[in-house]
């Protein structure tokens, strides 16, 4: 969501480096500037080619990094873990039925208050097996406790990453924080962005300086301990509130991102919407389609906008209820269905949110297991919008009945 | 039990942050039966000592003196085990049972 600020002259602290790379890529590059001091990771289509990338940048001797193969990915958050809780900075990635494996551990790495900063390719949750896009496998993630922000773009992949390493650091927070992309789409797609010099990388996110890691023997501490029913509950009520410190610190962040390098990022992205009558929610790369059907529906004067999550942990309650507020309706978009719930993730999410608010909303499942999501798709659905239609409550955007 | 502590002053993530902070915990309160020691028929053997799981059996001067009942389970490994004759460990049901 690299908005331009059209009002005020950009002020670049610091010239970037126009290049072009995949998604893939262009977080791998963002973990050669930040040089964790570990990362473990195991192969996954579509996130493979990323720690391949990295692991060149290992074997080539452009970072300190130590880089752990494990067989497998429960494993490899398991390695990153016990490597955070020593008292390392830690980065791993996956995809799909890789998150899935790892998933306790995932669990776990949040509830002991880790900076870990993983990099999830999305896709599609087995079975059937496929390797292409859809958000199931991070939104089955939604629970863990991670902090999760969704990138639009190659250049919001490796900007997220780089923001992901201080907010996860920040003693407000300690939280791990999951940086997605859309898989293919993002990951194996060239796009132009800008990079940061490596310097101004290792600047914005300074040391890593613990408090308490495992690799200290002045002061010996016990990571992971047993809870019993007298102590569990306020460990997690502590979760709760580190969760939500986050909004401020996300925040926080971004601004003194945006001084270095003038992009500007909030918890979501509004598109056109202040005159907007309807508007569909999107998260991910799917965005950036959106945009241009809704350029495409403005030319023929049709007031319609769209709102982009780039924050879906923590939810950001009050941005979305102030953004929906006022529209005759919406249709939020997830690129996942939940079985048996009464529509997708985001859906159900933004109904909490908007807590008894009239605004009339559909929820629209799409491009599951990648299928494509295209202008001719939106478009029926923002007619039914405009028409005031906002039934079924659910539908299937672009399968074939 | 002691006093437990709310969310605000757990240590964060359930870290223990204190070593040796085990000796704290009142694993005593679990118990429903209770070791009473005879130090008359004791034989000063250290059985009692060795077998005990939970370093409860209180030892001066290389002799046994008495139990550790802020930790002691009630398992009663110690009675089992005890070869003095008349036994010098026995154990008494400290709770009522539940009707």
């Known amino acids: ?142 629970d863990s406790g991670w902090i999760q922000l969704f990138s639009e ?39 132009v962005l800008e990079t940061l010099p490596d310097e101004a990388v290792k600047e914005f996110i300074g040391e890593y300086e613990p408090d308490y890691y495992l690799l200290n023997p002045d002061h010996p501490i016990t990571v992971g301990p047993l809870d019993l029913p007298d102590y569990y509950f306020e460990h997690k009520r502590q979760q709760v509130e580190a969760m939500e410190a986050a909004p401020a610190v996300i925040t926080e962040v971004a601004a003194q991102f945006e001084q270095l390098t003038g992009r500007h990022y909030e918890f979501i992205e509004r598109y056109r919407m202040d005159d907007a009558k309807v508007a569909v929610v999107v998260l991910g790369s799917t965005a950036g389609t959106a945009k241009a059907v809704v350029d495409m529906l403005r030319d023929e004067g049709e007031p319609v906008g769209m709102i982009k999550m780039r924050m879906f942990r923590p939810f950001p309650v009050d941005e979305m209820v102030d953004a929906l507020s006022g529209l005759d309706a919406v249709a939020v978009f997830d690129k996942s269905a939940s079985f048996g719930a009464m529509g997708g993730p985001v859906y159900l999410e933004i109904l909490a949110a908007l807590r008894g608010k009239e605004i009339p909303m559909t929820s629209c499942i799409y491009g599951l297991g990648g299928r494509d999501m295209t202008p001719g798709l939106f478009r029926p659905v923002f007619e039914d919008l405009l028409a005031g239609n906002v039934e079924p409550r659910v539908r299937y955007v672009g399968v074939r009945e | 039990m002691s006093k ?86 026995t154990m008494e049901r400290e709770t009522e049972p539940a009707e």
Request: aromatic share 6%.
């Open chain 1, 1 to 142: 969501m690299a908005t331009k600020t059209k009002a005020k002259k950009k002020i670049k602290e610091v010239e970037g480096i126009r290049t072009a790379l995949n998604g893939n890529d262009s977080v791998a590059e963002a973990l050669r500037q930040i040089d964790p001091d570990v990362v473990a990771a195991y192969p996954i289509t579509p996130q493979t080619e990323l720690m391949h990338k990295f692991a060149d940048f290992v074997s080539n001797g452009q970072v300190i990094t130590k880089f752990v193969l494990v067989e497998s990915e429960h494993s490899a958050m398991s390695c990153v873990i016990r490597a955070s809780a020593a008292g390392c900075r830690c980065a791993t990635a996956t995809s799909a039925n890789g998150l899935a494996l790892m998933w306790e551990m995932v669990y776990i790495a949040a509830s002991l208050r880790l900076p870990i900063v993983m990099a999830v390719v999305n896709r599609a949750l087995s079975g059937p097996i496929n390797i292409h896009c859809d958000h199931s496998d991070s939104m089955g993630a939604r």
């Open chain 1, 153 to 191: 773009n190659c250049q919001e992949a490796y900007d997220n990453t780089i923001q992901a390493v201080r907010i996860a650091e920040n003693p407000n927070v300690l939280l791990p924080v999951m940086v997605t992309l859309d898989g293919f789409i993002l990951s194996h797609t060239t796009e």
């Open chain 2, 4 to 89: 437990l502590k709310g969310w605000k002053d757990v240590p964060r993530g359930g870290m223990i942050v204190k070593a040796g902070s085990a000796e704290d915990y009142e694993t005593g309160s679990w118990r429903t039966f209770k070791p009473l020691y005879n130090e008359e028929n004791c034989i000063q053997c250290l059985r009692c000592w060795i077998y005990c799981p939970d370093s409860a059996i209180l030892i001066e001067d290389g002799k046994v003196v008495g139990m550790d009942l802020v930790h002691c389970k009630g398992c009663g490994i110690c009675a089992h085990e005890c070869p003095a004759k008349p036994v010098a460990i």
